[in-house]
Each structure stands twice: as C-alpha cells, then as structure tokens.
C-alpha cells in the first residue's frame, strides 16, 4: 500500500455508503484490541457525515480510514472519536493525518470549544500530546449525559459506572484554545524580555 494513493477529507453526503463498513472496522477493532471502541449504528455514522462532522480516508473507493467529532454542552466542548484504520493500511501514518485533519475541522466548526478524546490506545494519545492535548481526569470532560450513553456499548461500561465516571480505562486528555492565545502572548513577549535580560547581563557583568 501507497500513502501517496490515499485522500484524507471532509466526509460529506456521498460517503454515507461507506458507513457500515466504518461500523465493521470499529467492531473488528475493538475485538482485536478487547478494550476502548464503542460499537456504532450505520445511522450514527451517516449522520455524522452528512451533519459535516466526520473525516474519511479513502484508497479509490475503498474506505480505509475515519473518525468523527461531536458537539457536546452547549458547544462548550468537542469530542474527536472512533478513529479507525483498516489493518491492511497501517503503518503509512494515515492515523496521523486523519487525527490531524479531524483536530483541523473541529476548530473550524467549533473555534472556542474545549476538544477532548478518549482512548485506550497509545498511539492516539501521541498523536493528541503533538497536537497540544494534555491527558485529564474525566471530570475535566463534559458532565453531558448524552455524550456518556455513547459509553454503553464499550465492554468496559460497567468500570465507569462502578466509578461514577470518574475513572475508566480509557485515558482522558483535553485541548483548550485558551492556551493557544497564552502561547501566542507569551511568544510575541519572548524577545523584549530576551532582550532586557540580556542588557541587564551586560551591565552587571562591566568590569
């Protein structure tokens, strides 16, 4: 298999064909690894799609790869979820660019929204650290019952309810804008006080 053949983008109405192959790859995935993935309906995924909230990797019209977000507690956060590659197409970095195009089109839709991930997989929690998430308890996450009914078809739904939903398997990490505009801030201050540092270094280091 050749990245080079493989289109990253936004999944619109004309991919809704491919969602129950996208529900197969989730389930197989999750049996594979025996933890994490939620199982999927086709309509879920479908309305993702046409709803202008889900990314699809296709190799021709193979479907090869996908994930999704969700708008959760009144826009206030955002959550990138099931992302999936068919094993054939592993390890050519596809994960990558669909997390990264799926991180791009949350902060399109919902600029100013907390965008937060769960997972249970290594690999997806570097992808996060790279794009700026910081692993969180779940209380950090949204409180949005909605968003946690999503949780019932994982195996594990019974370790999060026995904990309330503060602790399960999988691993909470969470991406604020905020920090983007302190980065920014701090960056355009970075050279003045470089600067002054070094003038004062220079004065009292005369002899």
Known sequence: MKANNITVQYATEEHVKYAETICKLIYESALQRGTGIARR???YIADKM???KAVVALDGDRVVGFSYIECWSHGDYV????LIVDPEYRH???AK???DKTFQLARERFPYAKIFSLTTSLAVMKLNTRL???PTTLSELTQDDEFWKGCEGCINIDILKRNNRQRCLCTGMLYDPKWDKKQKKA????PYWM????????????K
């Open 132 to 134: 700026g998430y910081v």
């Open 41 to 43: 309906r086709p309509e």
């Open 187 to 190: 960056s355009w201050f970075a």
């Open 50 to 52: 046409t709803g202008g």
């Open 97 to 99: 660019s669909i997390k």
């Open 79 to 82: 959550a990138t979820s099931g």
């Open 195 to 206: 600067a002054f540092k070094n003038r004062l270094s220079s004065i009292f280091h005369v």
């Open 92 to 94: 050519l970095g596809l």
